[in-house]
Structures are given as structure tokens and as C-alpha cells.
């Protein structure tokens, strides 16, 4: 099992996709919880529905895009080690898939928290 890692962290694309993964994560943390206390109770975090009540959620759930790239990261990254011995494209594949979602998830808090602030 030992070797099997050393494996994986020793192929650079997935190494450095799941260190990007975690650097945009704790990015995003972080940037919720300086801005958290200067949040108003409702914000606009359903953009995509009609303008109105529906667009606004409670301030907690500005937490959701982080907890969807913590949660896409742990399943792209489990699935990643279990197929990298059959398949080394597929498993970096998942690894840029994952970075990629945290960016986005960061942009788009960054974005957010920006317009409301």
C-alpha cells in the first residue's frame, strides 16, 4: 500500500492538481471568514434563478461551493488512486477536474462576496 502512494505522489500532474485543489480550498475559506462578520443576513447566491426572494439564501450557506469542491475533491481523489494502476490519464484527468472545480468555487465566492460587499 506504501508503494502504491509513493506512486501517485510521484506522478507531478496529480500531485500538483490535488495541491492546487487544497490551495484554492483554504483560499476560499479563508476569504468567508474575514468577510463573514461585514455579510448581510441574506445574499445572493442562486444567481442563475429569477430575480426576486428566490435569488437570496441565508449568509451560512455561502459555505456551499466550498463543501461541493471539499466533497468533488475527496471523490475524484479516491476514485483517482484506486484507477491509477489501470488507467494514468483518467486518474489526471480527475485530479485537473478537481483543481478546476475549487477554482471556480473560489471565483465565484470571490465574485459574490465583492458585488455584496
Not at 483554504?26 to 443576513?41: K, Q, R, V
Not at 447566491?45 to 441565508?58: C, D, I, Y
Not at 475524484?76 to 477554482?103: C, D, E, G, H, W
Request: net charge positive.
Amino acid at each position: 500500500m506504501k508503494g502504491f502512494f509513493r506512486k501517485v505522489r510521484q506522478d507531478r500532474i496529480i500531485f500538483g492538481g490535488i495541491i492546487f485543489t487544497y490551495i484554492f480550498i483554504i483560499l476560499s475559506l479563508t476569504f468567508i471568514f474575514i468577510n463573514y462578520n461585514i455579510l448581510p443576513p441574506y445574499i445572493p447566491l442562486f444567481n442563475q434563478l429569477p430575480w426576486g426572494q428566490e435569488r437570496l439564501a441565508p449568509e451560512l450557506l455561502i459555505f456551499i461551493p466550498v463543501v461541493f469542491a471539499i466533497g468533488v475533491n475527496i471523490i475524484n481523489t479516491i476514485f483517482s488512486l484506486v484507477i491509477y494502476s489501470k488507467s494514468q490519464i483518467i486518474a489526471r484527468m480527475l485530479s485537473v477536474a478537481s483543481s478546476l472545480i475549487s477554482l471556480l468555487a473560489f471565483l465565484f465566492l470571490l465574485r459574490t462576496i465583492l458585488i455584496i460587499t
